[in-house]
């Protein structure tokens, strides 16, 4: 049984956990958003979802949401894999111009980097894949996928899309091969 006392200091925390969630996603002022994400690592608030609303916010430029996110995972080092995917996500859904395109997989790329095994991020990073330009970012990407992919849990999910990857490339040997590959990891990871 809950004492009156623990209730009202939870009747509290939940006020105050609804104040700055108020804050975070109806807040335009950099000031008060600022204030409040100090106010929040102040009280030692971990909860990442709430941090992610900060994140979201459209008032944010995208050198303050670089500079929360690192003040965060400084703060929270074991959210780093989910707070560098949320922020990837954030990136890749704004104006889709190549300074975007870069910071996107900046953040996938340090996805997964704390998280090696997971095969997300690179399948973030590959819808980064410019179809229509040969931006510089192109070839990074790459990189990352076909270097990331050998310590992935789950082979078969990047193999499919880079199978995919170069069939939209008109690259239909390499996507073939990539098939197999998908085929014969999903086989593997079955077992």
Do not use: C
């Not at 959210?79 to 870069?102: A, C, M």
């Amino acid at each position: 049984m809950v004492s009156k006392e623990n209730y009202g200091m939870m009747a509290e925390e939940q006020k105050l956990l609804n104040y700055i969630e108020n804050v975070f996603r109806n807040s335009s002022s950099s000031d008060e958003l600022f204030d409040t994400l100090n106010f929040a690592l102040e009280k030692q608030i971990n909860n990442i979802d709430l941090y992610k609303i900060l994140l979201a916010n459209t008032a944010l430029t995208s050198d303050e949401i670089t500079l929360y996110v690192g003040k965060l995972t400084h703060e929270f080092p074991g959210n780093r894999y989910e707070l560098y995917n949320w922020v990837g996500n954030l990136f890749q859904i704004q104006d889709f111009d190549s300074s975007k395109i870069d910071i996107s997989f900046n953040y996938y790329q340090k996805a997964f980097f704390e998280k090696p095994s997971e095969y997300q991020p690179l399948l973030s990073a590959l819808k980064l894949y410019n179809y229509d330009y040969d931006i510089p970012a192109n070839k990074f990407i790459l990189q990352l996928v076909n270097n990331g992919v050998e310590s992935v849990d789950k082979k078969s999910a990047v193999y499919s899309e880079l199978s995919r990857h170069f069939e939209k490339l008109g690259k239909t040997d390499i996507s073939k091969k990539y098939q197999l590959l998908a085929a014969s990891a999903l086989k593997k990871e079955n077992q």
